[in-house]
């Protein structure tokens, strides 16, 4: 599905060019494969390349956007069920840069031993780990930060891991509650020392801000148009 023209959503886009958006569209079209699932820090992946990481709360559509990222429908598992998913999983982005679906936090009917296992897993994957670039921490626009998201954001704050705010589900508002929500979401991050100043709205469903993303998770794994091989921009 395409963005409906009209739609009014583009207004609230991250201002990119048009070669960076269509390097970072070019880039996610490549190679994506599976790695492998961890549960211990003794499992991760050799740290051999930028990793780009993708954390929210259970059911927030994170594998939905992982999907939809590499314009795969089935390579991150979309699980029915609030908080099914318990592994890091790990993809290899054409030995460009990996990408790791972080466990969904803050689902309720989980128990709280479960919860704080994988919270503790996850927070020292995320301070231990040298290549890692950026967090995309993952918001229901329906719903903006909630406890459990302001929460994370002091973790990754104190763990001065760099994140940027993506909202989900972007194309479920009217115009002006998404603008409302952007503006509310901007002004917290503000506060939050490792946060990105940009947002980035999202969906899976009609494909808005997906090129965007691309582009900004290139920008963050350092991976210049120039320097990757077998890319070849568009002639002017």
């Known amino acids: 599905m395409t963005i409906p023209a009209g739609g009014g959503y583009e207004q609230f886009l991250p201002e990119i060019g048009p070669e960076r958006l269509a390097f970072g569209r070019w880039l996610f079209a490549q ?20 990793e780009i990481a993708f954390a929210g709360r259970s059911n927030v559509g994170k594998s939905s956007l992982v999907n939809a990222l590499t314009g795969r429908r089935t ?10 998913t318990r592994e890091l999983n790990f993809f290899n982005l054409a030995d460009h840069a990996n990408l790791a679906d972080l466990p969904g936090y803050g689902y309720a009917r989980t128990q ?13 994957y ?19 930060l909630k406890p459990f998201d302001i929460e994370a954001m002091k973790a990754l704050d ?10 989900t589900k972007s194309d479920k508002l009217k115009t002006a509650e ?10 917290t ?8 100043p940009v947002i980035c709205p999202t969906s899976s469903e009609i494909g808005l801000g997906i090129d965007h993303l691309r582009a900004l998770a290139a920008d963050a794994a350092g991976l210049e148009p120039d320097a990757v091989a077998g890319y070849k921009p568009a002639s002017s």
């Open 189 to 196: 991050a503000a506060k939050h020392p490792a946060a990105h």
């Open 158 to 167: 104190e763990s001065a891991v760099s994140y940027q705010i993506v909202l």
């Open 112 to 124: 709280r031993k479960l919860v704080d296992q994988w919270t503790k897993v996850i927070f020292q």
């Open 75 to 84: 390579l991150a598992r979309v699980s029915n069920t609030p908080g099914r």
């Open 126 to 144: 995320l301070r231990g780990r040298a290549t890692l670039k950026r967090v995309m921490l993952l918001v229901d626009a329906r719903h903006g």
């Open 178 to 187: 998404l603008g409302a929500v952007i503006r509310k979401t901007a002004e």
């Open 31 to 50: 190679e994506c494969t599976f790695m492998r699932g961890v549960v211990k820090m003794d499992g991760l992946p050799p740290a051999d390349r930028p």
